[in-house]
């Protein structure tokens, strides 16, 4: 058979599920792999699925796709587009959109599966292939390893993956050491004293609080870190209050801190930690601000000798002008929990998704920021072709090169 991947591509990228919620995706991942005739599992960390591809003696090699989704209201006018709403972990109705790409993930990660499937006289080993959920909030793939999925299939010897960007089609993006920032997601709750909207003077307020503490974070990154050093502190939402003539008792802020390694991240922690509690003193606040950690990432770090092998290995298959070095990036990823965990190498790259000839009139004109929509946004939307077929033959290519 020859899975029909434009399709494929199509139906995930109008259905998108949130986080944990990834069932209906895993009913199509899973129909796809029945009709491979593969042996699989699925409902690892709750939503997510694992494959095995055994072709005898040799290396182990795992492959991570992500599954989830996102909540944004796509805008791209594609006639395939998302209208699908869900349910956020808060219980709020929001609309759910493949704003991150991880639909062509899974559809890239179905014909390289086919396609290792039909040369397997090419190649010898095992292949195990990771569908893994909740990407998105950082938990997918403890959650998979904390249900066993190194007792369920055999432990790997390298880990790889990639993730769509908004590079030109046609080009891979790979480098040694750090490729992506660690972050943390935390929550901020900021105590005032509620009362009406009339009578501010007897009231602490925390919308005021609120406001000053958003502006005070970032002078963390202006003015405390040295220009040569990557570090991101952003505040990503604010909510407080149900009414105009009400001022609150509380505010809460959810922030996302990035860098890009333990050292950095202590130091911007104990700044955003003080910030917050200053804020609160000089607002009169007469309860101490809570700050949680909802979630913590660790640096995606590439192994550099591997890397090195695969940057070879993609020259050869694709040109050297194909394959650059796309710097570090201050977005964070949970597959490198899997190579940790395993001990073992690992290599996550980026392949481009962007139209060339866009991106080419974009860089002429110094408006890529503008007119070149990147992951997260609602205008997101990978060329389907050649980025599709790029994306199988990337990892069909690093699958062969650490494959016996």
């Not at 790029?390 to 069909?396: F, R």
């Amino acid at each position: 058979m020859t899975i029909d991947l434009d399709a494929l591509y199509t139906d995930l990228h109008r259905h998108p599920e949130l986080s944990f919620q990834e069932t209906r995706t895993a009913g199509v991942i899973t129909r796809h792999l029945d009709a491979l005739g593969l042996e699989y599992e699925e409902g690892i960390g709750k939503t997510g699925i694992a494959t095995v591809i055994r072709n005898g003696e040799g290396p182990v090699v795992w492959l991570r796709a992500d599954t989830d989704g996102l909540p944004v209201e796509e805008r791209t006018g594609l006639d395939y587009a998302s209208t699908v709403r869900g349910v956020d972990p808060a219980g709020l109705d929001v609309p759910v959109m493949h704003a991150c790409g991880h639909d062509m993930h899974i559809s890239a990660m179905i014909g390289a599966i086919e396609r290792l499937l039909h040369t397997h006289d090419e190649w010898q080993g095992t292949v195990v292939v990771v569908f893994q959920p909740a990407e998105e909030y950082g938990a997918g793939a403890q959650a998979m390893i904390a249900d066993g999925v190194f007792d369920r299939f055999p432990r790997p010897d390298i880990v790889l993956g990639q993730h769509v960007t908004p590079l030109p089609a046609g080009t891979i993006g790979v480098r040694s050491g750090t490729q992506m920032a660690a972050s943390d997601g935390l929550r901020v709750v900021l105590h005032g004293r509620g009362g009406h909207g009339s009578r501010p003077h007897s009231t602490i307020d925390p919308v005021v609080m609120a406001a000053a503490t958003v502006m005070r974070l970032q002078t963390i990154v202006s003015r405390e870190v040295d220009p040569r050093d990557v570090a991101v502190v952003t505040v990503g939402s604010i909510h407080a209050g149900l009414k105009n003539n009400i001022i609150p008792a509380e505010a809460t802020l959810e922030l996302s801190l990035r860098y890009p390694d333990e050292a950095a991240r202590e130091r911007i922690m104990q700044k955003v930690e003080r910030v917050v509690n200053a804020e609160a003193a000089a607002s009169g606040a007469d309860t101490t601000p809570v700050i949680t950690i909802d979630h913590s990432l660790p640096p995606t770090i590439n192994d550099v000798d591997s890397t090195n092998r695969l940057r070879s290995a993609f020259q050869k298959a694709f040109g050297e002008a194909a394959v650059v070095d796309p710097g570090m990036f201050t977005g964070s990823e949970d597959v490198s929990w899997f190579a940790r965990e395993a001990g073992v190498p690992l290599v996550y790259w980026f392949w481009g998704g962007a139209d060339p000839d866009l991106y080419a009139r974009a860089k002429a004109s110094g408006t890529i920021e503008r007119d070149v929509p990147t992951n997260h946004s609602p205008y997101f939307a990978p060329v389907m072709q050649p980025t599709l077929a790029n994306g199988v033959e990337n990892l069909v290519v690093a699958a062969r090169e650490f494959l016996a």
